[in-house]
Nanobody
Framework: QVQLAESGGGLVQPGGSLRLSCVVS????????MGWYRQAPGKQRELVAG???????NYADSVKGRFTISRDNAKNTMYLQMNSLKPEDTAVYYC?????????WGPGTQVTVSS
């Protein structure tokens, strides 16, 4: 079983930055994908950024050039650096890992971009 724990959310002004962290614990099959999703009020959950099983990164068009996904395998931690934040980035951000057993989700961390 995989456990995920996000941190780093908060309130930030437009144009500001935040870095989200996701600590991954438990066993993960060697073939897996992982990434960050977000869900704004009244909207469906969407992929923000992710790693393929081969380690290739992909980003939603709305965050390209502003967000960067990374990971530190030694620390079992994945990050999402978010720069030039906009009010439309306001959402609950979730960490996700999916292996042969299916997806696992963290509880989420709130990001609010407002002046």
């Amino acid at each position: 079983q995989v456990q995920l724990a996000e941190s780093g959310g908060g309130l930030v002004q437009p144009g500001g930055s935040l870095r989200l962290s996701c600590v991954v614990s438990g066993s993960i099959f060697s073939l897996y994908v992982m990434g960050w999703y977000r869900q704004a009020p009244g909207k469906q959950r969407e992929l923000v950024a992710g790693f393929s099983s081969g380690g290739i990164t992909n980003y939603a068009d709305s965050v390209k050039g502003r967000f960067t996904i990374s990971r530190d395998n030694a620390k079992n931690t994945m990050y999402l650096q978010m720069n030039s934040l906009k009010p439309e980035d306001t959402a609950v951000y979730y960490c996700n890992v999916a292996d042969l057993r299916g997806p696992s989700w963290g509880p989420g961390t709130q990001v609010t971009v407002s002046s």
